[in-house]
């Protein structure tokens, strides 16, 4: 190896990982903790190397068969002997060059802006949700038809239903005198009414004292049904973007293909921000 001749590494410079310095007689001074690795591995192999950069400063996709952006197209035009920066290791770059045994890795993640507080005409329904004030409004109904025909015919299922809603929103029940099977079915409403009172009540405050938020997006799924409705800007890295569209043979990658695919492909295909 101390013989060979002078090779040519393709870097692409990143103030996270490598940085460098060309000096008045055309020699590079790398810094950063790859950059301290590629001196450290070139000087154990003494072999003397040459740096090249990618004009469209990308790590490289293939973009049409046989043709690649960035480093990886470097090396394919034979431009460069290898690369070298943090490139991460995909199927189809697999299919081009050789790596060498992984030595960093990394998680895939995103970030959002801290939820706003909700404002809406009709916070006084968020303490329950669609489901609960449904099965409410369905209690309500059949209480008010078994009321009524318990009645005999002395008062409508109107009536009934005007006459047990006030006890949910705190009013007293005003039904007259009942049959001891009317006094005891308003006995079970009036607890249902005043046990729903409380809950809403006791939520309703909560609110007041630390304000409804929107819900935040908390993982890939329900990052996927956000970008699909186009709610949010969104600011990407083509190189992420590529890498989630990899698909990677683990069970993991298999679970949430769907979601991983969905966010890339509806990324490249709107007119989103990219940084």
């Known amino acids: 190896m101390k013989n060979a001749s002078r090779i040519t590494i393709a870097v692409n410079p990143n103030e996270s990982y490598l940085r460098y310095n060309l000096s ?47 480093m990886m197209g470097l090396i394919q035009r034979g431009e460069a002997d290898l690369a070298f920066t943090h490139l991460p290791i995909n199927y189809q770059r697999t299919k081009l060059v050789d790596f060498s045994r992984y030595y960093c890795m990394e998680e895939y993640t995103f970030v959002s802006q801290y939820p706003e507080t909700t404002k809406s005409a009709f916070t006084f329904l968020h303490p329950f949700n669609l489901p609960i004030w449904t099965c409410i409004l369905v209690s309500l109904v059949i209480v008010s038809v078994c009321f009524a025909m318990l009645k005999n015919g002395t008062s409508s299922v109107p009536e009934a239903l005007f006459q047990l809603f006030p006890s949910i929103v705190g009013q007293p029940l005003n039904v007259g005198r009942n049959s001891l099977k009317c006094n005891i079915l308003i006995t079970f409403w009036g607890f249902f009414a005043k046990f729903i009172l409380f809950c809403y009540t006791s939520i309703l405050l909560s609110f007041l004292i630390q304000p409804l938020k929107e819900s935040p997006i908390r993982n890939f799924h329900e990052l996927s049904k956000e970008i699909h409705v186009r709610r949010h800007k969104y600011f990407y890295n083509e190189e992420s973007i590529n890498f989630l569209r990899s698909s990677l043979k683990s069970i993991f990658q298999i679970l949430v293909k769907f979601y991983i695919e969905l966010i890339g492909s509806t990324i490249l295909h709107n007119y989103f921000l990219d940084n």
């Open 24 to 70: 008045a007689d055309g020699t590079y001074t790398i810094s950063g903790f790859e950059g301290r690795f590629l001196q450290i591995a070139m000087s154990a192999l003494g072999i003397p190397y040459n740096l090249v950069f990618p004009e469209d400063g990308l790590l490289g996709e293939e973009i049409s068969p046989g043709n690649w952006t960035g």
